[in-house]
């Protein structure tokens, strides 16, 4: 069964707003991350984060963890054209990453 | 620059006709894995490479199999593709200092692989 659920599955924003993606997984976890790809790229790594973390930061993005929700945020800040891609979560419980479905964002110019 | 490749970008195979997909890194990690991923789907985990030791998803079709002659390449094989083993095969490396996946892992452009 799917481990990452993520929320919406499509997004559209104007440049210069927020983007904020959900995902929530079902089993205890070691760590999440959020992963980018561009349409028919290979996955880049954006960020970690451990199970005893609560938020952490990159540049213009957040992401937050709630495990007693089994829960994940990725908030991109002040969104580019050049952020249009897809966003997946990645839960890491056993020793490998087990993918969400994605989230597809389109930030137009 | 490239720290993972994979050749070639596209490939078109037959029905049934064997073909080999191919992946190669300069970061010396110690973990590889191949995924498959279908359009508009999450990448499926196929196997991993810990070193030497394969690992096989239990829910990998016996038609995939795996090879890693050294640290720095390994090959998809696909004994006999149907028409439902069209899709995107991505590899990707990971240190493996600390176990098989606490850590980032690092994606090659992919494979597109087309049967006709």
């Known amino acids: 069964s799917q481990q990452g659920e993520e929320d919406p599955q499509a997004l559209s924003i104007q440049e210069g707003e927020n983007a904020t993606m959900n995902c929530s997984y079902k089993?205890?976890?070691?760590?999440l991350q959020w992963y980018r790809q561009n349409s028919g790229r290979g996955l880049v790594h954006l960020i970690l984060?451990?199970?005893?973390?609560r938020e952490k930061h990159s540049g213009r993005l957040r992401v937050t963890l709630d495990t007693s929700k089994k829960s994940s945020s990725l908030l991109i800040t002040a969104s580019r054209a050049a952020d249009t891609a897809s966003y997946f979560c990645?839960?890491?419980?056993?020793?490998?990453?087990?993918f969400g479905q994605g989230t597809t964002l389109q930030v137009k110019p | 620059d490239a720290m993972v490749i994979q050749n070639p970008r596209y490939q078109v195979t037959q029905f049934g006709k064997p073909v080999t997909l191919s992946c190669s890194q300069t970061?010396?990690?110690?973990?590889m894995y191949w995924y498959q991923q279908k359009s508009s789907q999450a990448p499926k985990l196929l196997f991993h490479?810990?070193?030497?030791?394969?690992?096989n998803e239990a829910d990998t079709p016996d038609n995939f199999q795996s090879r890693r002659p050294n640290t720095s390449f390994c090959f998809l094989d696909i004994r006999s593709p149907g028409l439902g083993d069209a899709a995107m095969y991505l590899c990707?490396?990971?240190?493996?200092?600390?176990?098989?996946?606490?850590?980032?892992?690092?994606f090659g452009p992919g494979t597109r692989l087309l049967v006709l």
């Open positions: 990645a839960t890491d419980n056993t020793g490998k990453l087990i």
């Open positions: 990707a490396t990971s240190r493996g200092d600390s176990g098989i996946s606490q850590e980032t892992q690092y």
């Open positions: 984060i451990r199970s005893n973390e």
């Open positions: 970061l010396n990690h110690n973990v």
């Open positions: 490479y810990y070193d030497k030791d394969f690992n």
């Open positions: 089993t205890s976890i070691n760590n």
